[in-house]
C-alpha cells in the first residue's frame, strides 16, 4: 500500500485537505450570490414595475422560455442516438466526426451567427429553402430556435455520450443473450443506465439557448413583439440607458434559470434504473 495511505485514521493533513474543498466552493458561492445581490440591490421598484408591466417584456420572456426548451426537445432527439454511435461504433471518419460535434462549443458565437445568415441569405441552397419551400428563418422566430440548435446541441451530444461509455457493454451483450433485439437492449439496458447524463446533457443545453445573445443579434435581430428575447432585451434597454430595468430584465432571467434548473434536476434525481 503507498505511504501515506495505510492508515484508516484521520489526521491534521485530511482536515486541511477537506477545508481547502470547502473553502474554494464556498468562494465560488459565495462571490456568485454577492455579484445577484448586488444588482437586486441596485433596481428600484420603479424599474422592476415597468420590466412587470411591459408587453413586450412579457413577449420576450415567453420567446425566449419556449424557444430554449423546443431547442432542448430537438437537441435531446438528435444527441441520444448520436451519443450512443459515437460511443458503441466506430467507422471510418469517427475521430473527424467528434472533433465536428465539438466545434460549436468552441464557435465564437458571432461566428456561429454569420455563418447561418451568409448561408440562408448568400448560397443558393439557403434561399431555396427560404423563398421557395417558404421556410423562413432569417429575422423570423424559427431562426432564433436554429441559432440555439447549433450553439448549444453539441452539449446534449457530448454528455449523451459520456453516459453511453459509462455504461458497461456487458450488461447489453446479456439482454441480447437473453432474447432482446439491439434496439430493445438500447431501450431497456443502455438508455435507462445513461438517462441522468442525458438530462444533465439537456439541462446543459437548456442553459445555453435560454442565455444565448450573440449569435441572434445576427441572424434574427431584436425586432420588439417579434424576436425579441431577454437576452436581447437587456442590450436594448442598456444602449438607451436603462441601466435599472436591464438589470431588472437579468434578474427575472436569473430566476426563471433558477426555477426551470431546479425543476429539471428535481425530475433528474427521481429519475431510476428500469431493467
Known amino acids: 500500500m503507498a505511504k501515506g495511505c495505510d492508515s484508516p485514521t484521520r489526521g491534521w493533513g485530511d482536515v486541511a485537505f477537506g477545508a481547502a474543498l470547502?473553502?474554494?466552493?464556498?468562494?465560488?458561492?459565495?462571490?456568485?450570490v454577492v455579484l445577484v445581490f448586488a444588482d437586486v440591490f441596485y433596481i428600484d421598484k420603479k424599474a422592476v414595475t415597468a420590466v412587470l408591466t411591459s408587453g413586450f417584456i412579457r413577449h420576450a420572456l415567453w420567446m425566449s422560455i419556449w424557444t430554449s426548451f423546443v431547442t432542448t426537445g430537438i437537441a435531446l432527439l438528435f444527441a441520444v442516438p448520436i451519443g450512443y454511435t459515437l460511443s458503441r461504433h466506430r467507422f471510418p471518419g469517427h475521430a473527424l466526426a467528434n472533433a465536428v460535434v465539438d466545434l460549436p462549443i468552441i464557435f465564437p458565437p458571432l461566428v456561429a451567427g454569420l455563418t447561418l445568415l451568409v448561408f440562408f441569405s448568400q448560397t443558393g441552397l439557403g434561399r431555396w429553402i427560404q423563398e421557395d419551400l417558404g421556410i423562413e428563418f432569417v429575422f423570423h422566430a424559427k431562426g432564433i430556435v436554429l441559432c440555439q440548435l447549433l450553439v448549444s446541441a453539441s452539449f446534449a451530444i457530448r454528455s449523451a455520450k459520456t453516459a453511453f461509455d459509462d455504461v458497461d457493454r456487458r450488461f447489453e451483450n446479456v439482454a441480447l443473450t437473453l432474447g432482446c433485439t439491439r434496439f430493445g437492449s438500447f431501450r431497456r439496458v443502455s438508455l435507462p443506465l445513461a438517462m441522468n447524463g442525458v438530462i444533465a446533457g439537456g439541462i446543459l443545453t437548456w442553459a445555453r439557448a435560454f442565455g444565448l445573445f450573440g449569435p441572434l443579434m445576427i441572424f434574427v435581430g431584436s425586432?420588439?413583439?417579434?424576436?425579441?428575447?431577454?437576452?436581447?432585451?437587456?442590450?436594448?434597454?442598456?444602449?438607451?440607458?436603462?441601466?435599472?430595468?436591464?438589470?431588472?430584465?437579468?434578474?427575472?432571467?436569473?430566476?426563471?434559470?433558477?426555477?426551470?434548473?431546479?425543476?429539471?434536476?428535481?425530475?433528474?434525481?427521481?429519475?431510476?434504473?428500469?431493467?
Request: charge should be neutral; proline fraction near 0%; hydrophobic fraction near 65%.
Open 223 to 275: 425586432f420588439r413583439g417579434r424576436t425579441e428575447v431577454l437576452s436581447t432585451t437587456i442590450f436594448l434597454e442598456q444602449s438607451v440607458g436603462n441601466l435599472e430595468e436591464a438589470l431588472a430584465v437579468a434578474i427575472l432571467m436569473i430566476l426563471v434559470a433558477v426555477a426551470a434548473l431546479t425543476a429539471i434536476h428535481f425530475v433528474s434525481g427521481r429519475t431510476r434504473v428500469a431493467l
Open 22 to 32: 470547502f473553502f474554494s466552493l464556498a468562494v465560488f458561492v459565495v462571490f456568485v
